[in-house]
T-cell receptor
Framework: QKEVEQNSGPLSVPEGAIASLNCTYSDRGSQSFFWYRQYSGKSPELIMFIYSNGDKEDGRFTAQLNKASQYVSLLIRDSQPSDSATYLCAVFGYGGSQGNLIFGKGTKLSVKP | GAVVSQHPSRVICKSGTSVKIECRSLDFQATTMFWYRQFPKQSLMLMATSNEGSKATYEQGVEKDKFLINHASLTLSTLTVTSAHPEDSSFYIC???????????????FGPGTRLTVL
């Protein structure tokens, strides 16, 4: 059973701080990794994807991947109250051929003004 | 990014009626679409995977005769909740897989969701 694990939180950070969200996955053959953001009452939206070990930056967001440790993280710099949401980590299986993403249960982030 | 629409966004119906929800990929062709259900403060639950032109694959515990899925074209999948009951009230979300990666990656894009309330 392929699994994606996340700390459910809530993770509370003050405005302007760095929020660090973590995710581990069980399938060592996984090749592609995604972060989705879901606001309360809304559907998930894709914010980052990463395929290679290391860091990938997009604006205030940085995704980090360590395949040896089977670990993915998302850093949000200069956190804003509007970043308050649930962040879902998702993983495709080996070769991207699994057909659907395996989602973690999400980490709820709260950014306090 | 890729756009997936869902209709209706909200529906209220009487117990025993059937409700159809449409999911469309607007700017890419989706050979595979997915249907999820989400109860308040809970995580996404995958109900079924729908491939264009073939029968849907349902997750364990999901009644295929109650949740009818049709994926007749590369841009449209429908979910029909038959003989709906109050316990079917939930947030139903579809997603479509963009295999071509025209927006940078092969992944799933979600529709805005349909909130179903069964009285």
């Amino acid at each position: 059973q392929k699994e994606v694990e996340q700390n459910s939180g809530p993770l509370s950070v003050p405005e302007g701080a760095i929020a660090s969200l973590n995710c581990t996955y069980s399938d060592r053959g996984s090749q592609s990794f995604f972060w989705y953001r879901q606001y309360s009452g809304k559907s998930p939206e894709l914010i980052m994807f990463i395929y290679s070990n290391g860091d990938k930056e997009d604006g205030r967001f940085t995704a980090q991947l360590n395949k040896a440790s089977q670990y993915v993280s998302l850093l949000i710099r200069d956190s804003q109250p509007s970043d308050s949401a649930t962040y879902l980590c998702a993983v495709f299986g080996y070769g991207g051929s699994q057909g659907n993403l395996i989602f973690g249960k999400g980490t709820k982030l709260s950014v306090k003004p | 990014g890729a756009v997936v629409s869902q209709h209706p966004s909200r529906v209220i119906c009487k117990s025993g009626t059937s409700v159809k929800i449409e999911c469309r990929s607007l700017d890419f062709q989706a050979t595979t679409m997915f249907w999820y259900r989400q109860f308040p403060k809970q995580s996404l639950m995958l109900m079924a995977t729908s491939n264009e032109g073939s029968k849907a694959t349902y997750e364990q515990g999901v009644e295929k005769d109650k949740f009818l899925i049709n994926h007749a074209s590369l841009t449209l999948s429908t979910l029909t909740v038959t003989s709906a009951h109050p316990e079917d009230s939930s947030f139903y979300i579809c997603s479509a897989r963009d295999l071509t990666g025209i927006y940078g990656t092969d992944t799933q894009y979600f529709g805005p969701g349909t909130r179903l309330t069964v009285l």
